[in-house]
């Protein structure tokens, strides 16, 4: 299976500041359609989880354009150019290139 | 609006089994792949396995693949998890999903199931 790494795995921030994670993958997530499946998924506390990027940089219905997503092959990220308080929860990057689709361990993103 | 609802969760006892059932309104239910992901209790998200648009295509992950059984019934629009023989291991919230293995577009409420004895 594809392991997704994300780092950090918390993320402390303080209201207004921007925000990056990092999401790596074992394999190249470059499908033979030539789309790269990486997609981000919000999960605020107590919630389910909410679309919020999929192939790589493509907002999902709804999403303000604070996020933004970027990468190539093995090394994506996801990029909040203002944090809101709305924001806080947990971040995970997930791949469906390869069988089966894989999560990352999740970042929790804190206001400091 | 899209909506998926799951029903169906509650606590059984290891090696029993248990129907999950997700209600889909809001967008065309027939054309659309479905899937089934996991969430254990404070951890993370697990993939269980999706269906295509007439059930003729059906994938699990290797943990469930010979226990769980996904089907669907697009005159009622409706998605189904059957786990049988169920483990510890299974216990999670079980989110019912619009969306293949490509990405998925949106996501139940999520249904808890938890085995124990």
């Known amino acids: 299976d594809v392991v997704m790494t994300q780092s950090p795995l918390s993320l402390p921030v303080a209201l207004g500041q921007p925000a990056s994670i990092s999401c790596r993958s074992s394999?190249?997530?470059?499908?033979?359609?030539?789309?790269?499946?990486l997609n981000w998924i919000q999960q605020r506390p107590g919630q389910s989880p909410r679309p919020l990027i999929h192939?790589?940089?493509t907002r999902d219905s709804g999403v303000p354009d604070r996020f933004s997503g970027s990468g190539s092959g093995t090394d994506f990220t996801l990029r909040i150019s203002r944090v809101e308080a709305e924001d806080v929860g947990v971040y995970y990057c997930?791949?469906?290139?390869?069988?089966?689709?894989?999560f990352g361990q999740g970042t929790r993103l804190e206001i400091k | 609006e899209v909506q998926l609802v799951e029903s169906g969760g509650g606590l059984v006892q290891p090696g029993e089994s248990l129907r999950l059932s997700c209600a889909a309104s809001?967008?065309?239910?027939?054309?659309?792949?479905m899937s089934w992901v996991r969430q254990a209790p404070g951890k993370g998200l697990e993939w269980v396995g999706n269906?295509?648009?007439?059930?003729?295509?059906?994938y699990y992950v290797d943990s469930v693949r010979g226990r769980f059984t996904i089907s669907r019934d697009n005159t009622k629009n409706s998605l189904y998890l059957q786990m049988n023989s169920l483990r510890g291991e299974d216990t999670a919230v079980y989110y019912c999903?619009?969306?293949?293995?490509?990405?998925?577009?949106?996501w139940g409420q999520g249904a808890l199931v938890t085995v124990s004895s």
């Open positions: 269906i295509g648009e007439d059930g003729s295509e059906r």
């Open positions: 809001g967008f065309t239910f027939n054309d659309s792949w």
């Open positions: 394999q190249s997530l470059v499908h033979s359609d030539g789309n790269t499946y």
């Open positions: 999903a619009r969306g293949g293995t490509y990405y998925i577009i949106s």
């Open positions: 997930t791949q469906g290139t390869h069988w089966p689709p894989t």
């Open positions: 192939k790589v940089s």
